[in-house]
């Protein structure tokens, strides 16, 4: 099977790896399942030539018992994909086979790779440079700032009123008292001495 992309009569272009088949409009875009792209590859590869019926069969539904029949469904298929209602792109030889009648040609690209401009790669790369350093430039300088803005006098009078919250008010102070006045053993809530028993 053909894996480089080709382009049939200057307005189908075939991408055989991907069993893609685009329009030039490129509004129209269609897949193939792996059988059929195989049966156009075989065409394409014997184009103006007879491809007969039993290769056919025999290479892309490996002699199937009704491949006959999913032959013919196939390149019926492919005329409606390609708007061959006049059967003269894939003319049909009675009994025989078929011949493709199309115009084949290969996209100008190298190692089928399309060639990049070197200007548009050098634009894209000072973007990203210059994009990267305005980040970075805006991260300190916004950080400078919020630092700046705090002041000394703000940062001490913010340490006084912790420290002031961190003592108790009155109410809170007579609270502890009575809570570490629970916490007392016994003999020291009694002011009177115990009575002397030898008496």
Not at 145 to 156: C, G, L, N, R, T
């Amino acid at each position: 099977m053909i894996e480089k992309p080709f382009i049939i009569n200057n307005q189908f272009f075939i991408t055989p790896l991907l069993g893609l088949i685009k329009q030039n409009d490129g509004q129209n875009e269609t897949r193939l399942e792996p059988r059929l792209m195989h049966l156009l590859c075989m065409l394409v590869a014997n184009k103006g030539e007879l491809v007969t019926r039993a290769l056919l069969t025999k290479e892309v539904w490996d002699n199937y018992g009704n491949a006959d029949e999913g032959l013919t469904q196939a390149i019926s298929y492919l005329r409606k994909i390609f708007n061959d209602d006049g059967k003269t792109l894939i003319e049909t030889v009675p009994k025989k086979g078929y011949v493709l009648n199309a115009i084949i040609t290969i996209p100008k690209t190298e190692n089928n790779v399309v060639k990049v401009n070197p200007n548009k790669k050098k634009v894209y790369w000072i973007a990203v440079v210059v994009i990267t350093a305005l980040i970075i430039g805006g991260y300190f300088i916004f950080r400078t700032s919020h630092i700046a803005s705090k002041h000394p006098a703000d940062v001490i009078n913010g340490a006084k009123q912790n420290d002031s919250a961190k003592l108790k008010s009155p109410d809170a102070l007579e609270t502890s008292k009575s809570k570490n006045a629970d916490k007392i053993p016994d003999t020291a809530k009694n002011s009177k001495p115990s009575p002397d028993l030898k008496k």
